[in-house]
């Protein structure tokens, strides 16, 4: 038995696994400290997550209701100022008027907790249900990859089981369910994944076994794909090389990279829905 009764899984940490199971143990079981650069360059990488960050906290209190015009006098970054103007422009196109910006949704998971951590869900009722993600990397990934990411299998799979609050006591639909991307770098480019009662079935018995195997890991080995050492931090303790990867190469998620991720369990009773 690996993991506490108190453990919260996510899609961070499910992903670490599923790409390298000897990095979740380090980063979640031995909670082991970064001892290496992610990338070549860290001020710039810094930076990018920066940008990242004001330009979620910008959306959050658009959506809030602030006024637009406040919003954007507070913008001191030319690449944010883009971001938020393309957001204006079409982020919300087709985005049902019932909305909850920045909400965490738990669902069971065998013993523990999977929590997902949305940027915004919006709802019609007896309509579409929709999860969104805003994203501020330079990279858009190919449709097939995201569809097997583990946010767009998580959120989906969180609706379709923790969203009755939001749907007048009904669990949702799972067939009403869409989990969709929105690309600031690509001027508002959208990848849309809609859900089904397979897919749904699919993610629970896919995202449980997960969980077991986790649990019951008794080695957990190094990933095979050494091109993801290159930009993890652990890889001088992994023998796998010294020098960090180009940040020119980055194609990691930047909802990965942030702190946030690494989730305290002490503040789950103040975000949980
Ligand atoms: S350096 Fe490589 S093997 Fe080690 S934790 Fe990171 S991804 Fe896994």
Known sequence: MNLPEDFVFSQGNLQDYVDCPRRFELKYLRRQRWPAAEVDDMAAFERHLEQGDQFHRLVQQSLLGLPEETLRSRIN??????????????????????RWPELTLTAR?????????????????????????WKTGRHQPRPERQAQRLQTRVYRYVLAEAGARLNGGEAIDQTRIEMRYWYAQHEGDVLRFPYDEDQYKADGRFLRDLAREIDSCEVFPLTEEVRRCRFCVYR??????????????????????????????????????
């Open 77 to 98: 970054d030319d690449e944010v100022a883009r971001w938020y103007d393309a957001w204006l422009a079409n982020g919300l196109a087709e985005v049902p008027a019932q």
């Open 109 to 133: 998971l065998g013993k523990w907790l999977l929590l997902a951590k949305m940027d915004l869900v919006a709802i019609e009722p007896g309509g579409a249900a929709l999860v969104l993600d």
């Open 236 to 273: 001088s303790l992994c023998d796998r090389g010294e020098q960090p990867g180009s940040l020119a190469e980055w194609e990691g998620d930047e909802d990965m990279a942030l702190p946030t991720d690494a989730l305290d369990i002490d503040a789950l009773d103040e975000i949980a829905f």
